[in-house]
């Protein structure tokens, strides 16, 4: 895909429309609808979802978008050519204001690992259109280039590194959580957040992802390939866990509280109807196959969780260690080994929010109670899982902590006697700022099995087969100025039936 400009691809459309392609949509006139983009996840070899929200006016207090309060159809068209010469499947989506105007299509019957193309028209007005891939049918391997990220805070910087992803032109593309943040307002960083205030009603929630999908980085991002996408807490309230409020402000129900952002959520991202939430539940984890090359298991780390040990933050907590404490729950434990065991490709990736590894923040043993060094035995009872099955090619994948890191996933972290798996964190898209490609914050001595660390915005870029997984380390300059160029900040492979990090 050449050029990912609204302009370009309304031309293209409605000379598509002028020719018969799209009939006539019997919606009322309205504004131009689809400022927020469309998007495309959630890949099967016969298909996948594609999504687009109704919103003429995507910033309304109200957070519906400046939709009238009545049924809106709106066409879909899937081809294999980005022109739309070959049209593979049509429909129509009635949009519905109690979900806030939300296109959620889930295509079967599709041809395994190759292109589509989608675009969504309604009263006349015809959107962006978007690339999407089927995944590769069972039985098959061919290489996956995938990229991953995770915690774009609007206010701290522009969403740069989004473009530069649009730009690798992936297969796929992970999101491991603070898609959106919920704080308030502020007068000092490069942007500010609508509404003002710290967000915890559902039309405040529409509004802060909206506010998000008009951004034309992020839309460049989703229109270029599917995404697999997985929350954390930003999406809610900062290190929430399960029902505990990390605060009490701003006041109310929390229960009501989370179960507006879920809402919310699911309206703004290409997920199944499987994922569609009931009040405050939603289950978001879920496995998805690349062909027998590889299986995504996407974890929930926040909704299920005890509370965070000895009042969470860094410190010395003997609790941490207690075998009751579960941070995935005890029904997301067993779904995950119970995939494992299966072994059903070479690789098994585990897409997550929070640090996997151990990481002693200082020599008296302190660690962080919000990442899985505040859960040590469910961690210690996922390694062993794996590592009892033989699952040589399994690689966890983190986001979370605004820096990217690689480390060693140890049998044993107290005595590093063997290697079990690999970490992969990636940095955040702006959170944190321009970052500091100075600062040195790895600690071999206190943590021998952490390999790799940089403090700058970006993403990481990877390139799977069946033998090796290629990984780089891609960062921007700067997030505070526009469009900086990206670049490879560092390297490593990770070798399909030897775990660890490899020198490329």
């Known amino acids: ?115 589509h193309w989608y675009r969504f028209r309604t009263g006349g007005h015809i959107s962006p259109a978007g690339r999407a891939l089927t995944a590769p049918a069972v039985g098959t391997s061919p290489e996956l280039s995938m990229l991953f990220a995770s915690c774009s805070h609007f206010e701290e910087g522009y969403f740069t590194a989004y473009r530069r992803m649009a730009e690798e032109h992936p297969d796929l593309i992970l999101h491991l959580g603070d898609y959106i943040y919920e704080g308030a307002a502020t007068t000092t960083k490069v942007r500010q957040f609508a509404p003002a205030t710290e967000i915890s009603t559902l039309a405040n929630y529409r509004v802060r992802h909206a506010q998000y999908k008009t951004d034309p980085d992020l839309q460049a991002a989703h229109a270029t390939a599917p995404w697999l996408v997985v929350w954390d807490d930003h999406e809610v309230e900062n290190n929430y866990a399960n029902l505990i409020r990390n605060d009490t402000n701003p006041a109310g129900d929390f229960k009501a509280r989370r179960a507006a952002a879920y809402k919310a959520y699911y309206e703004h991202m290409p997920l199944r109807s ?184 970006g993403y990481v870029k990877t390139r799977t087969t069946s033998t090796e997984m290629r990984v780089d380390f891609r960062a921007v300059d700067k997030v505070t100025v526009r469009d900086y160029p990206v670049k490879t900040v560092g390297s490593y492979v990770v070798e399909a039936n030897n775990p660890g990090l490899q020198a490329p």
Not at 71 to 85: G, H, L, P, S
Not at 98 to 111: D, F, I, N, Y
Not at 416 to 433: A, K, M, W
């Open 1 to 115: 895909m050449t050029t990912l400009r609204r302009r370009t691809f309304i031309v293209g459309g409605l000379a598509g429309a002028s020719a018969g392609v799209l009939s006539p949509s019997t919606a009322s006139a309205i504004g131009y609808p689809f400022t927020l983009g469309v998007a495309s996840g959630e890949p099967a070899a016969d298909g996948f979802v594609i999504w687009t929200r109704l919103a003429p006016n995507p910033l309304n207090g109200d957070g519906l978008g400046g939709m009238p309060n009545t049924n809106t159809a709106v066409e879909w068209q899937i081809a294999t050519d980005e022109r739309f010469t070959a049209i593979v499947r049509t429909g129509t989506f009635t949009t519905q204001q109690a979900s806030a105007h939300s296109v959620h299509v889930t295509l079967t019957g599709l041809e395994p690992g190759r292109e």
């Open 274 to 457: 499987a994922q569609a939430p009931t009040a405050e539940n939603m289950l978001l984890h879920r496995r998805v196959r690349w062909g027998s090359l590889a299986t995504f298991h996407m974890l929930d780390t926040r909704q299920y969780r005890n509370d965070q040990a000895c009042g969470d933050g860094t410190k010395v907590c003997p609790a941490a260690d207690d075998p009751a404490r579960t941070l995935t729950g005890t029904s997301q434990e067993t779904w995950l080994i119970d995939g494992l065991r299966q072994k059903l490709g070479t690789w098994d990736f585990l897409g997550q929010q929070v640090f996997f590894a151990q990481r002693l923040a200082a020599a008296d043993g302190s660690k962080s109670m919000d990442a899985w060094d505040g859960y040590t035995a469910n961690r210690t009872r996922l390694q062993n899982a794996w590592d009892t099955n033989g699952n040589k090619g399994t690689v966890v994948l983190t986001g979370d902590v605004h820096r990217s890191w690689a480390a060693n996933l140890m049998q044993s972290y107290q005595s590093q006697n063997r290697i079990i798996g690999t970490e992969l964190v990636t940095t955040s898209i702006t959170s944190g700022g321009d970052g500091n490609a100075a600062d040195n914050s790895l600690n071999p001595t206190l943590n021998p099995h952490v390999k790799y660390f940089k403090n700058l915005r």
